[in-house]
């Protein structure tokens, strides 16, 4: 027996510390299985973290309902992992079960997993239940889960809740505050996020890309062009302007005060512009109503083997619209109702090539290609064409 338990501790040390290399981790649980070693719950929460964090699920959960024992530390990592995927449904779920099986004391880190997981479909009625759970383990004052609800609790729209649990922490770092800036960036209340960034740093804070960018995106919202021009001085001052998440918020901010220049300085001093700074600089460019450009760097986008998503494919369009492009905008239309770029157009998109068709004064029936429409896109149509006859007789 003592042999055994050796050996169920080797093979989980052995997974913990090569959990980064799926391939050879997947071939010592086939030696586990080939030698029968017995699955003690340290192993089992290993395999369990193992296939967790690599987004095999169905194994996860296999493991998990076949194995003889367990401890919470197997339910926590199997939870905390859909959380991170943006499964809150399967997290809370699966908690439910834990309480069944293993009614034990929640860690602090598994309160913060829930709330993240209620945060990121923005959850507001569970967030209020695992907030309630929180208080009464006494872990809502901590730095951890703390932050995990003020975190909650702005992306579900409540900014006030979201300062009162921030109000309640005794010990506020970096991610909390910049948590809180971001809550109220998020919630177009930008004079807020302006007013905790200064307090943050007159407490003496030292700040991050995550506090700046939240700042800058506040500044962004409300055209603040001036107080962002004061954070990118700040972004060079400290050595983060060209920081991925700071890099982005710049372009977002200098395109939506109407500085394309400097926005597009900004996104060419960027090292490796990720997805969200080339879909920044787009919508700089389609909210000046220049097409080319944008059309250009799509194009650069498709060369290099980006990804695009819908956010990409909403600023082309948008170019479309305010260029008055209907047919440019109709053939990118066509080509995502075809799969071509991965994104299925949604009403968003629709919306666009309506306002571009409009644009032209293409309003007869026959200008619209309503077989391939769907029935959300064709109301959306309609109301279009009503606004316009309404406008044409006023």
Request: aromatic letters at 8%; hydrophobic letters at 45%; proline letters at 4%.
């Given at each position: 027996?003592?042999?055994?338990?050796?050996?169920?501790?080797?093979?989980?040390?052995?997974?913990?510390?090569?959990?980064?290399?799926?391939?050879?981790?997947?071939?010592?649980?086939?030696?586990?299985?080939?030698?029968?070693?017995?699955?003690?719950?340290?192993?089992?929460?290993?395999?369990?973290?193992?296939?967790?964090?690599?987004?095999?699920?169905?194994?996860?959960?296999?493991?998990?309902?076949?194995?003889?024992?367990?401890?919470?530390?197997?339910?926590?990592?199997?939870?905390?992992?859909?959380?991170?995927?943006?499964?809150?449904?399967?997290?809370?779920?699966?908690?439910?079960?834990?309480?069944?099986?293993?009614?034990?004391?929640?860690?602090?880190?598994?309160?913060?997993?829930?709330?993240h997981a209620c945060a990121s479909h923005s959850l507001l009625f569970p967030g209020f239940q695992i907030h309630g759970l929180s208080i009464k383990l006494g872990f809502h004052c901590m730095p951890f889960s703390g932050c995990a609800l003020v975190d909650m609790y702005a992306k579900c729209g409540c900014a006030l809740e979201s300062h009162k649990v921030f109000d309640e922490m005794p010990e506020r770092d970096e991610a909390s505050w910049g948590g809180l800036i971001?809550?109220?960036?998020?919630?177009?209340?930008?004079?807020?996020?302006?007013?905790?960034?200064?307090?943050?740093?007159?407490?003496?804070?030292?700040?991050?890309?995550?506090?700046?960018?939240?700042?800058?995106?506040?500044?962004?919202?409300?055209?603040?062009?001036?107080?962002?021009?004061?954070?990118?001085?700040?972004?060079?001052?400290?050595?983060?302007?060209?920081?991925?998440?700071?890099?982005?918020?710049?372009?977002?901010?200098?395109?939506?005060?109407?500085?394309?220049?400097?926005?597009?300085?900004?996104?060419?001093?960027?090292?490796?512009?990720?997805?969200?700074?080339?879909?920044?600089?787009?919508?700089?460019?389609?909210?000046?109503?220049?097409?080319?450009?944008?059309?250009?760097?799509?194009?650069?986008?498709?060369?290099?083997?980006?990804?695009?998503?819908?956010?990409?494919?909403?600023?082309?369009?948008?170019?479309?619209?305010?260029?008055?492009?209907?047919?440019?905008?109709?053939?990118?239309?066509?080509?995502?109702?075809?799969?071509?770029?991965?994104?299925?157009?949604?009403?968003?998109?629709?919306?666009?090539?309506?306002?571009?068709?409009?644009?032209?004064?293409?309003?007869?029936?026959?200008?619209?290609?309503?077989?391939?429409?769907?029935?959300?896109?064709?109301?959306?149509?309609?109301?279009?064409?009503?606004?316009?006859?309404?406008?044409?007789?006023?």
């Amino acid at each position: 027996m003592g042999k055994c338990s050796s050996l169920s501790n080797y093979y989980a040390h052995l997974l913990h510390a090569l959990r980064a290399n799926l391939t050879t981790a997947l071939s010592i649980h086939a030696q586990i299985i080939k030698t029968n070693t017995p699955l003690t719950p340290f192993l089992t929460s290993n395999l369990i973290n193992l296939y967790a964090t690599s987004s095999l699920f169905n194994q996860a959960h296999h493991l998990l309902n076949t194995a003889p024992s367990l401890n919470p530390a197997s339910w926590s990592t199997l939870i905390a992992a859909h959380a991170r995927n943006a499964q809150p449904f399967e997290a809370l779920h699966l908690f439910q079960r834990m309480l069944r099986h293993h009614p034990s004391r929640p860690s602090q880190q598994l309160i913060a997993s829930l709330a993240h997981a209620c945060a990121s479909h923005s959850l507001l009625f569970p967030g209020f239940q695992i907030h309630g759970l929180s208080i009464k383990l006494g872990f809502h004052c901590m730095p951890f889960s703390g932050c995990a609800l003020v975190d909650m609790y702005a992306k579900c729209g409540c900014a006030l809740e979201s300062h009162k649990v921030f109000d309640e922490m005794p010990e506020r770092d970096e991610a909390s505050w910049g948590g809180l800036i971001c809550g109220y960036a998020r919630n177009g209340r930008p004079m807020e996020a302006m007013g905790v960034f200064v307090e943050m740093v007159r407490v003496g804070v030292s700040m991050n890309a995550f506090s700046l960018s939240s700042v800058l995106r506040a500044c962004a919202e409300a055209a603040l062009y001036e107080p962002g021009r004061a954070m990118h001085a700040l972004a060079v001052a400290i050595g983060l302007e060209q920081e991925a998440f700071v890099g982005c918020a710049l372009v977002d901010m200098y395109g939506k005060c109407g500085d394309i220049d400097d926005a597009r300085l900004i996104f060419d001093f960027i090292p490796n512009p990720n997805l969200a700074s080339w879909n920044a600089m787009i919508m700089a460019y389609a909210h000046q109503g220049s097409a080319e450009p944008v059309f250009r760097l799509f194009g650069r986008m498709k060369e290099l083997g980006l990804a695009l998503d819908e956010v990409t494919l909403l600023g082309v369009l948008k170019s479309c619209t305010n260029a008055g492009l209907a047919d440019e905008g109709l053939c990118v239309l066509d080509a995502m109702q075809h799969g071509l770029y991965g994104v299925r157009p949604g009403v968003c998109h629709y919306t666009c090539v309506v306002g571009a068709l409009g644009h032209a004064g293409r309003f007869e029936e026959h200008a619209w290609p309503t077989r391939t429409w769907s029935w959300a896109c064709m109301l959306v149509r309609k109301f279009y064409l009503l606004i316009t006859t309404m406008m044409l007789h006023m």
